[in-house]
């Protein structure tokens, strides 16, 4: 095959790939995007790494680094009426996990949507993120894609609309309450049924059942 025809396939296939691609113009909605400010809340020290390294120069030897304490917690959303909500659970320090799973992050986006939905947002690994250009509570035009298994929110970059960063919506995290004590046994029922109170208490302490209904 000739370079010339070569040439002419790989414009005919660059025009077919671009004809079969999704019109995503009538797929936008209107919502509001905001910067909710983290915390770290429930910190538990899981001990220390020794980062320190120390090389020789002109004026001596010159060390970075030091001991990093290493922790778990949990980032806690400081929301706009004063409440506090847990988001996900974080990692701190030198460790790997702290590269993924990390607690040094200031905010959290959220959006909330025309009809009052409110979502967390968390941008994904490797994608656009649209919020450095945007203040703490911004009007935007966004997208949602389905696809198997998971769903984005599609936001395009202010600065070149061409191109969008992608968000997934945050499970929140189902915090175990507190089991409700039952009620301890008293005498108070025995009391009543025994006889031994007078009319007065009686009346004060024990249940009067239901005056009869007048015919």
């Not at 120069?57 to 949990?74: F, K, Q």
């Not at 004063?82 to 701190?92: F, L, S, Y």
């Not at 203040?135 to 061409?162: F, M, N, W």
Request: with cysteine; hydrophobic share 35%.
């Amino acid at each position: 095959m000739k370079c010339y025809e070569i040439a002419a396939l790989v414009l005919l296939l660059s025009a077919s790939s671009l004809g079969h691609a999704k019109d995503h113009s009538n797929d936008y909605k209107m919502g509001t995007l905001s910067k909710v400010p983290l915390h770290v809340g429930g910190k538990v020290s899981e001990g220390f790494t020794d980062t320190a390294s120390c090389n020789s120069g002109l004026l001596g030897v010159h060390c970075t680094g030091g001991i990093v304490d290493d922790y778990s917690g949990w980032l806690v959303a400081d929301m706009p009426d004063g409440t506090e909500t847990i988001i996900e659970q974080c990692v701190g320090g030198a460790s790997v996990a702290a590269l993924f799973l990390s607690c040094n992050k200031p905010y959290i986006l959220t959006l909330t949507e025309e009809d009052g939905t409110f979502i967390f947002l968390d941008k994904v690994l490797g994608s656009r993120d649209v919020s450095k250009s945007l203040q703490t509570t911004s009007k935007v035009l966004y997208r949602i894609e389905h696809k198997p298994g998971v769903t984005y929110v599609k936001i395009p970059d202010p600065d070149d609309p061409a191109k969008e960063g992608s968000y997934t919506p945050i499970k929140l995290p189902k915090i175990k309450t507190k089991e409700t004590t039952p009620n301890a046994p008293d005498n108070v029922a025995a009391m009543c049924a025994s006889g031994k109170l007078s009319t007065e208490l009686q009346a004060k302490y024990c249940a009067q059942p239901n005056p009869p209904t007048p015919k």
